[in-house]
């Protein structure tokens, strides 16, 4: 779930960033609604992260606040003026605006350029300080220019600006993205990184509301002139060199209480920041420092009068992993990775994992569909690390026909993807599996058995996938319909022709009437009908591919 944590907390940052600093200004958050929002986050929808989250932060928002609501993409597909002002900016919108945000049911477009100019507009910018908050998962699909239309804006506003949330960006789109919220003088925040996005935005609202935006941040204070009420102003370093990590690169400062034999305590407080500096009551703690991935513990004591500087080195780089389907292709955003930390953690997530992790060799498995692969990478303490992870994934698509010319359009028709060779027991590992007319897989190159099976009539066939190319197979059933109308209480037992050395024939399986439709691979049958009365019937029959076999018992 931290995934999801963070994506929450990504939104709540942004949306209660931008508020205390706007006062009695007015604003519009504007939230994608376009088709992507349904994607998932460990099992749940974009959409509906963003709206718990919404409703969340809205929860605390002050009633003198003006605040609207727009969205886009969520009445129809394909269509670029799908743009909606739900909730017109005024005081006291907040059970509105999450009432709002409930309603909707993504399906369209992402016009980031107009809905921005749509915001703009509504809120007067030309006349009064005016703030957009854009949460989108996507770009512009609507032909325009975002980035010329920021510039055009902040050029013609009194006082305007974009903030925007990025939700699952890949770095090329981010910065496509971010020009919004650089060319208006805003905020960009993504919220694609683990625990370092979450301390990094809390940190700046926390600078926030510790301090007007007109005052100059204040320093950290050092031992020989610290800055009233200051105690407690920790160093972070990356390495033993002392190289320290970049200023938004974000920390977690948990304070736990430390116990008489020297030991982790009760939970105490969290304060946030890289370069985080404040008050802290006095005594003895366990302080941990939360760099992304890696974490760090150590005993702190805070004294009267005094400032504690306690160095943290996390020993940490950088690690930038992206997951890729084949060679020459983007990052996949459906791949799902694992890494195993030399600290012993195993985070997890999908697409690129862009974020601090201990100094060490990480060990790595990425799977897309039914393809895995596994890898591993070196981290030096202070460095950034690129990884590309090639899954080497095959794709093949799969459906299957009666007979050449005619297709399976039935959804019970099962496809299963087994390994190539039998166990000892006679039995093949199961890899994926899937009904319907059409089944498509990711899955690693390779050998392998392809069961098809469609009620009685079954085909095992050997299929081989090469890494990076696309296969399609059609599948022939040999088969053909048997269909006979019995009695309401009649139960028709479908058998083999022949009777085997020990005078017993294969069954393959029976039905009640009153309409019997039994699927078969071509050849002859036995048919035995037993009536309601006790008595039987029993008739051969012969089955051809591709036709529909209608039989009626004398």
């Not at 929450?8 to 205390?20: E, N, Q, R, W």
């Not at 060490?360 to 690390?385: M, R």
Request: net charge negative.
């Amino acid at each position: 779930m931290r995934q999801l944590f963070r994506l929450i907390a990504g939104i709540v940052a942004i949306v209660v960033l931008s508020l205390p600093a706007m006062a009695a200004d007015r604003a519009i958050i504007i939230l994608d609604a376009s088709g992507s929002m349904w994607a998932q986050i460990n099992g749940k929808a974009r959409i509906d992260i963003a709206r718990e989250t919404l409703k969340d932060v809205l929860a605390g928002v002050p009633d003198t606040l003006e605040l609207g609501f727009m969205a886009y993409g969520h009445r129809s597909k394909g269509d670029c003026n799908d743009i909606e002002t739900l909730v017109q900016p005024a005081a006291g919108t907040a059970d509105a605006i999450a009432a709002a945000a409930s309603q909707l049911n993504p399906k369209g477009k992402t016009p980031l350029s107009a809905s921005v100019k749509m915001a703009a507009e509504e809120l007067k910018y030309t006349e009064d300080k005016a703030t957009v908050i854009l949460i989108t998962d996507g770009l512009e699909t609507c032909d325009a220019d975002p980035c010329a239309l920021a510039t055009s804006l902040a050029k013609d506003g009194v006082d305007f600006k974009v903030d925007v949330v990025g939700l699952a960006l890949s770095k090329t789109e981010a910065d496509q993205v971010r020009c919004i919220a650089d060319n208006t003088h805003g905020k960009y925040l993504s919220a694609d990184d683990e625990d370092g996005l979450k301390t990094a935005l809390i940190d700046v609202v926390s600078e926030v509301t510790q301090a007007p935006s007109s005052q100059e941040p204040t320093p950290p204070p050092s031992s020989e002139e610290a800055t009233p009420g200051i105690n407690f102003a920790p160093v972070a370093t990356l390495d033993e060199s002392g190289r320290a990590p970049p200023d938004d690169a974000g920390i977690a400062w948990e304070f736990f209480k430390k116990n008489a034999d020297g030991s982790k305590g009760d939970y105490v407080r969290t304060e946030y920041g890289t370069k985080y500096s404040g008050s802290v009551d006095r005594g003895d703690y366990i302080v941990r420092g939360t760099l992304g991935l890696a974490h760090i513990e150590m005993p702190v004591t805070i004294a009267a009068n005094a400032v504690a500087q306690p160095e943290f080195d996390f020993e940490a780089g950088f690690l930038d992993m992206k997951p890729i389907h084949s060679e020459g292709q983007d990052v996949d955003g459906s791949a799902f990775y694992e890494v195993t930390l030399p600290n012993g953690e195993v985070p997890n997530g999908y697409g690129e994992l862009k974020q601090f992790v201990p100094a060490g060799t990480a060990k790595i498995k990425v799977t897309i569909g039914a393809a895995s692969v596994e890898d591993s990478v070196d981290v030096t303490a202070g460095e950034h690390v690129d990884k590309t992870v090639v899954v080497g994934a095959a794709h093949t698509s799969i459906s299957a026909v009666y007979t050449e010319g005619s297709a399976v359009d039935n959804g019970s028709i099962y496809f299963s993807l087994q390994s190539a060779k039998k166990d000892t027991q006679g039995n093949r590992k199961e890899f994926i599996n899937g009904y319907g007319p059409k089944v498509e897989w990711d899955v690693s190159p390779g050998d392998y058995t392809l069961v098809t099976t469609l009620d009685a009539a079954r085909v095992e066939q050997p299929v081989s996938f090469k890494a990076g190319e696309a296969a399609t197979i059609d599948v022939d059933l040999n088969a053909g319909l048997l269909v006979t109308t019995i009695g309401t209480s009649d139960y028709l037992q479908v058998l083999g022709a022949k009777k085997n050395i020990e005078g017993k024939r294969v069954d393959y399986g029976g039905s009640y009437g009153t309409d019997v439709s039994r699927t078969l691979t071509a050849g002859d049958y036995h048919l035995l009908l037993k009536l309601e009365n006790g008595e039987s019937k029993e008739a051969d029959v012969t089955i051809k591919a591709g036709e529909r076999n209608e039989f009626s018992f004398p």
